[in-house]
Structures are given as C-alpha cells and as structure tokens.
C-alpha cells in the first residue's frame, strides 16, 4: 500500500519532512514532524539531531501543499509558515539578516546565532560581512566547510565561528535572530550553501514556542 514519489526532476529532495492525518471522533487532524537529519536508524546513533512534533495548522497545511507539490499534484509557490527552497528559502534569509541591520542602524540591538553544518553561499556570506560591520554580533557554529573569514579587521569583528567536534557529530541546523528583543527562532534541513538554497527541496519551520525558543538557544 505504499506510495512511493520519486520528486521534482531537477532538484535533490533533502527535507527531513512526515506527516500523519488521523480521523478522531469525526475530524481529521494532522501530526507532523520536522527534523534536521534523515530518518536513519543507523546515523542515528551517532548523529545528534532535533525535530520538531507538533500539530500546528497553518504548517500542517503548508507540509499538505509541499507533498502535493513533491508529488505532481501541486505547483504551490507560496507557504504560510514554512521556508521551502527553491521557492522561500534564501529570500527569507536575506530579509532575516537584513532586519538585524536595519535595526542596529536605529540605535537598536542586532544578533544572529546559527548552528549548521556548511556555510558555503557567497550572497549570505557578503551579507553576514556587512551585518558585522554595521554591528550586529553573530555567533556561528559550524561542523563541517566555512567559507566566511571571522574576526577580520573591517569586515569580521563581530563574528565568532566555533566548530564542535565531539562524540557525536553535530547535524543539526538552528537559525535564531534576535529581532528586536522579540527572537524568530528556525530549524530545518537546510544549510547555508547554494546547493540548498537554490538546488534542493529544503524545508525549515519556525519555532514559536518561547520556552523551546529557549532550548534551542541553551543547546
């Protein structure tokens, strides 16, 4: 009885995405789960991972569209909540970054902290140069390549890269910006390279939550 969708031609489907639709006393409701790794009972052992269960409606509906969109029956563009590339993805990021500048130049305070794998895409990374800058501070943990030069005079003061190398290898993807003292908090699939951005079926969710905004944060 399993469907099995090959996805988009072109475009490598990398979101970690899943998506379960009960009938409960006469109503369907939607459970999904959005992780930052495969669902991998092996790297699973050894990868450290987050996801988010939950069954909030406007990302249910989004996940609904994004499936329908994996599977031909949907050429849906726009999403309520959800970042999916090639679509929303790296725009949103843009806007993200460029919040936090705008609101350092009003006498505010600017932060960005995200933790991912690679950080490879030139765009971001010139963007991330003129945050730093301008003042924002940025805290950036990396595993794998960064391809960003932290701590450089007039281009990188504000930026701190750490790459944490333990037992466990560091998967996971947490995006967190400050937002005037009022922080948008994001996880998902996706790294911050052109791949992902541009090439692949990504999808990030937003975290809402203040006290798993706090988590993410202490993690």
């Known amino acids: 009885g399993i469907h099995v969708v090959y996805g988009i031609i072109g475009f490598k489907t990398h979101t970690k995405i899943s998506l379960v639709v009960r009938k409960e006393k006469g109503k369907l409701r939607n459970y999904f789960h959005i992780g930052t790794g495969n669902y991998n009972s092996n790297t699973s052992r050894f990868y450290t991972d987050i996801g988010f269960l939950s069954t909030d409606p ?9 499936f329908n969109y ?8 726009i999403y309520q909540k959800l970042l ?14 460029k919040r936090e500048i705008e609101n350092v130049k009003q ?9 991912m794998n690679s950080l490879v ?5 010139q963007l991330l140069y003129l945050a730093s800058q301008t003042g924002v501070k940025i805290n950036l943990i990396v595993r794998g390549i960064c391809c960003l030069y932290p701590q450089k005079q007039n281009l990188s003061e504000n930026i701190h890269v750490k790459s944490i190398i333990g037992h466990f290898l560091e998967h996971s993807r947490i ?31 937003p975290i809402e939550d203040s006290n798993l905004k706090t988590q993410l944060q202490n993690l």
């Open 58 to 66: 406007d990302i249910s509906s989004d996940l609904i569209e994004l």
């Open 70 to 77: 994996l599977s031909g029956f949907s050429k849906q563009k």
């Open 84 to 97: 999916v590339s090639p679509n929303s993805l790296r725009e949103k990021f843009i806007f993200l970054i």
């Open 107 to 115: 006498g505010q305070k600017g932060e960005i902290i995200a933790k």
């Open 121 to 125: 895409d030139p765009e971001i990374i």
């Open 175 to 205: 995006f967190w910006f400050y937002n005037n003292n009022n922080s948008e908090v994001f996880i998902g699939s996706a790294d911050w390279m052109k791949r992902n951005l541009d090439r692949r079926i990504e999808a990030v969710t």
